[in-house]
Structure formats: structure tokens, C-alpha cells
């Protein structure tokens, strides 16, 4: 017997949140799931997690897989090489011309622990053994490994995993609430670079643009600009975090791209395996490489899945489907529009504040109705009034709530697929401005009656 929802105390999947109802999808349709029953929801965060970036459904995809999976199933990757490792790494490089190796893994959390080590390896090759301490924004997610969780400064989202985590340091983030010019997150990167000493950083590791954890945010060049002139100066390296930003989500192949700034180690996936196969990279510019081939000649890191020839291919015809249709491209062309109409929609509700975003990766943050400016109080919980609120107008968008934290409001991303047409933009933008009216109404009611302070 098939069911329409699943709540988590009958099923045998463990699931993330062990009090909810969980709708059972059975079908995707470009931007559209069909859930059992009949049911359609709109996919404005391109299948929750920023990754089916294409949409549901592109038959080219499936064809690809398809015939790749005839041709072998598996062996490990540091026995041999594949034509698709091979045809997209190559491919990747002429999209960033910048880097020279890529190492192809399942996830972006595998792809940011393997900067992490890629780094310390360079630093070990160096002949700098004492340096391994990262320093990055607090403000960040990076991941769900001990190594990746340690990146972030949130203390609520590290809890209580503490005695697992490196202590690495974390600097506010330089944003348009407490940093408009990046000067401060300067003067913080200053003092916890004097406070490891120089010669102990490895690397300064941050997001071009913010994703889940601060969406649609970049610091101003300001801020690239120093952050450049102090990797010159110490000799850590700059790796960023593009696992959500990469492959055309912001406007052009990579974020990193448009500033000031060029990162020695990237991390992409999401998109790149386009939510069809799990599929991420870490990739390098020459120095970083040549460091280890004229040292240890060795980068002892491996995966059971990295370099598969299966997900390689996909990858590659994900890579494709994007080119040919020039979808960073046109990510560049119709995000500003995008924004003005996002914006437009969300004008003159109480607990909207800032609503920013590059390309197809927009973020709203919510203020306190009763200033306007301020952090909401963690009681209200307006992150799950919105997620709750959208999914009853059939809209799928993904909320955060890092209030506890200190540095940011509640906070919804907004990521439709980069093939979704400007009809169903206008309907995701029309349900959620619909659903924030009726969270702003109950938010702003419960106040009035003294509910929640």
C-alpha cells in the first residue's frame, strides 16, 4: 500500500528531524515534484539542497548515465583513470582557467575536507610543518564531517560535538548589518592571524558568495582586496567554498570569477552532478600541485567513489546541457530582474529585511517587526513559520535559523533550478510572498498579544 506522508516514528529511515511529516515524492517534473496522491509542489531550492540545478527530468542526463553504466561498474580510483574523469576534469580547467588538477569525490563536504588536507599537505610539502590552523568567517556551513563542522563559528550548530572539532578561529562576518566595508572583518582577520601567529595558518577558508548559512551574501571588495594582500604577506592559502556557488548558479562558471580576488584551492558539487549523481571536486592552481609533485609525490586521500566512472559522465553531460544552453550565462542576464521582482513582492512586510543575491542564489533575511532592523528573538521562530507556511502553498523553499548564534536573523534561500521559465519564477515568487504575508500576520499577532518576547 502506497501512503501520501511518512512521519518519522514509522518509518525505518533515521531522518533528520524526528518529529515531522514527511510528504513522499514520487516523480520530479522540471521545477515541479509530484508528491502520492496528486499533489504538485513547486521546487524553488532546487530540490531542497541547491543541486538539481537543470530541474527534474532532462532525459539527456538519464541517457548519459545510462550508457555509462554499461560500459563498467567499478574500481578504485587510484589503480586507474577513466575517459569522463579524464574529458571533465579537462573540461572543468577550461571553465577555470585558473586551476590546473581537479580531484573528483561524492559530496561537498568529502571536497571541502580534502582542501582542508590539500592544504596542510602544501604547507607540510613547504617544509611548514607548524601551520594547520584555518581561520574563516563564523557566520558559514561547510559541510557535515567533524572537519567541515569545525569551519563554522556558530557555537549553536557545533554543539555537542565540541570535544570531536579542531579549534580553529572565525572571524565576524563582513556584513551590511555590522560590516558595510568589510574594514572590521579585516581588523578581526589581523587579530586572529596575530593570535595563531603567522606561521601557523594554513589557510583563510570562506564562501564567494554565502549559501545556506548567510544566502545571497558576498563581503565588498574592500574586503577581497585585503584578504588577498594578506595571503601575500603571511603565505596561507585562500580556498573557497563553491560547492553551492559553482557551475553557473551566480552568474558566470564560478563566483570567484567576478572579484577582486583568485582562491588557490576551489571546492564545487551540487550542480555539477546536477542532483542526478553525487558528484563534487576540489581543484587547485599549479603552485599547489607542484608543491607536492616536487615534495612527497603523494596526496594520501581516497574515497570509495572518487573519479567513478558513472558519475563522471553525468557530470559531463551536466557540464554539456549548461554550455550549450549557456545557463550561467543567462544566470547573469535574469538574476538582477529576478532580484527587482523579488524584492518588489517582499516590500512593506514588518519582518523583511535585507532580501539580497547574486544570479539564481537570492537570500531574505527577517528582522524584529516591532524595529524593523533588529534580530528577531529565537522564540519566534519565524524560519519554521515560513518553511511550514510555503510547503502548505505547495512551495518548496529551505529557511535557517542561526539566531542563537548571534550574527544573523532567521533567513529563507531562494534557488530555483537554472532552467526554470520566467512564468515559474513569477508563480514561486507569487506563493512565497503569499506565505510570508501569513507569517508576517501571525508574527506581528502573537507580539501584540504578548506571546512571545
Known amino acids: 500500500m502506497t501512503v501520501s506522508?511518512?512521519?518519522?516514528?514509522?518509518?525505518?529511515?533515521?531522518?533528520?528531524?524526528?518529529?515531522?511529516?514527511?510528504?513522499?515524492?514520487?516523480?520530479?517534473?522540471?521545477?515541479?515534484?509530484?508528491?502520492?496522491?496528486?499533489?504538485?509542489?513547486?521546487d524553488a531550492v532546487s530540490g531542497g539542497a541547491m543541486t538539481a540545478g537543470l530541474g527534474h527530468g532532462v532525459g539527456e542526463i538519464a541517457d548519459a548515465?545510462?550508457?555509462?553504466?554499461?560500459?563498467?561498474?567499478?574500481?578504485?580510483?587510484?589503480?586507474?583513470?577513466?575517459?569522463?574523469?579524464?574529458?571533465?576534469?579537462?573540461?572543468?580547467?577550461?571553465?577555470?582557467?585558473?586551476?590546473?588538477?581537479?580531484?573528483?569525490?561524492?559530496?561537498?563536504s568529502?571536497?571541502?575536507?580534502?582542501?582542508?588536507?590539500?592544504?596542510r599537505q602544501y604547507h607540510v610539502d613547504c617544509g611548514e610543518g607548524t601551520r594547520w590552523q584555518v581561520i574563516s568567517p563564523a557566520q558559514a556551513y561547510h559541510?557535515?564531517?567533524?572537519?567541515?563542522?569545525?569551519?563554522?563559528?556558530?557555537?549553536?550548530?557545533?554543539?555537542?560535538?565540541?570535544?570531536?572539532?579542531?579549534?580553529?578561529?572565525?572571524?565576524?562576518?563582513?556584513?551590511?548589518r555590522f560590516d558595510p566595508t568589510g574594514g572590521?572583518?579585516?581588523?578581526?582577520?589581523?587579530?586572529?592571524?596575530?593570535?595563531?601567529?603567522?606561521?601557523?595558518?594554513?589557510a583563510f577558508f570562506c564562501e564567494p558568495v554565502s549559501a545556506a548559512s548567510l544566502p545571497g551574501y558576498s563581503p565588498p571588495d574592500r574586503f577581497w582586496e585585503g584578504l588577498a594582500e594578506r595571503r601575500d604577506r603571511h603565505g596561507f592559502l585562500i580556498c573557497f567554498d563553491e560547492v553551492v556557488t559553482g557551475m553557473g548558479r551566480t552568474g558566470g562558471w564560478f563566483a570567484y570569477q567576478s572579484l577582486p580576488i583568485t582562491p588557490d584551492i576551489v571546492t564545487i558539487g551540487k550542480m555539477l552532478g546536477g542532483?542526478?549523481?553525487?558528484?563534487?571536486?576540489?581543484?587547485?592552481?599549479?603552485?599547489?600541485y607542484d608543491t607536492l609533485a616536487s615534495g612527497s609525490k603523494e596526496f594520501d586521500l581516497g574515497h570509495t567513489w572518487d573519479g567513478a566512472p558513472l558519475s563522471c559522465a553525468v557530470g559531463l553531460a551536466v557540464l554539456d546541457y549548461l554550455d550549450r544552453h549557456d545557463l550561467p550565462?543567462?544566470?547573469?542576464?535574469?538574476?538582477?530582474?529576478?532580484?527587482?521582482?523579488?524584492?518588489?513582492?517582499?516590500?512593506?512586510?514588518?519582518?523583511?529585511?535585507?532580501?539580497?543575491?547574486?544570479?539564481?542564489?537570492?537570500?531574505?533575511?527577517?528582522?524584529?517587526?516591532?524595529?524593523?532592523?533588529?534580530?528577531?528573538?529565537?522564540?519566534l521562530g519565524i524560519a519554521e513559520l515560513i518553511d511550514a507556511c510555503a510547503l502548505e502553498n505547495d512551495l518548496l523553499v529551505m529557511s535557517t535559523h542561526p539566531n542563537a548564534d548571534g550574527y544573523a536573523g532567521?533567513?529563507?534561500?531562494?534557488?530555483?533550478?537554472?532552467?526554470?521559465?520566467?512564468?515559474?519564477?513569477?508563480?514561486?515568487?507569487?506563493?512565497?510572498?503569499?506565505?510570508?504575508?501569513?507569517?508576517?500576520?501571525?508574527?506581528?499577532?502573537r507580539l501584540a498579544n504578548g506571546g512571545t518576547t
Not at 568529502?110 to 592544504?119: G, P, S
Not at 542532483?275 to 599547489?288: E, I, K, N
Not at 543575491?357 to 528573538?377: H, K, M, Q, T, W
Open 143 to 176: 559541510g557535515g564531517t567533524m572537519a567541515t563542522v569545525a569551519l563554522t563559528g556558530r557555537p549553536n550548530f557545533q554543539a555537542p560535538l565540541g570535544p570531536y572539532l579542531s579549534e580553529h578561529l572565525h572571524i565576524p562576518p563582513s556584513t551590511s
Open 329 to 379: 550565462g543567462l544566470a547573469a542576464e535574469r538574476g538582477p530582474a529576478l532580484l527587482d521582482r523579488f524584492r518588489a513582492a517582499l516590500a512593506g512586510y514588518a519582518i523583511v529585511g535585507e532580501v539580497r543575491g547574486r544570479g539564481f542564489l537570492l537570500g531574505v533575511e527577517y528582522v524584529d517587526p516591532r524595529d524593523g532592523a533588529s534580530i528577531p528573538p529565537d522564540s
Open 184 to 202: 572590521a572583518a579585516l581588523d578581526a582577520l589581523d587579530e586572529a592571524i596575530e593570535q595563531a601567529g603567522p606561521e601557523n595558518v594554513s
Open 410 to 445: 532567521d533567513q529563507t534561500v531562494f534557488a530555483p533550478a537554472l532552467t526554470s521559465t520566467d512564468e515559474e519564477l513569477a508563480e514561486m515568487i507569487e506563493r512565497f510572498a503569499r506565505s510570508v504575508e501569513e507569517v508576517d500576520r501571525t508574527v506581528r499577532d
Open 5 to 42: 506522508a511518512v512521519d518519522a516514528a514509522s518509518t525505518r529511515v533515521f531522518p533528520k528531524y524526528l518529529d515531522r511529516v514527511y510528504p513522499s515524492i514520487d516523480r520530479g517534473e522540471g521545477v515541479w515534484l509530484h508528491a502520492t496522491g496528486g499533489r504538485r509542489i513547486l
Open 110 to 119: 568529502e571536497a571541502n575536507e580534502t582542501a582542508l588536507r590539500l592544504a
Open 65 to 108: 548515465a545510462q550508457t555509462a553504466m554499461g560500459d563498467i561498474a567499478y574500481y578504485y580510483a587510484h589503480h586507474f583513470t577513466n575517459h569522463p574523469q579524464e574529458r571533465l576534469a579537462a573540461r572543468l580547467v577550461e571553465t577555470a582557467p585558473e586551476m590546473a588538477k581537479v580531484r573528483f569525490l561524492s559530496g561537498g
Open 275 to 288: 542532483g542526478y549523481m553525487p558528484l563534487a571536486a576540489t581543484m587547485c592552481r599549479q603552485p599547489v
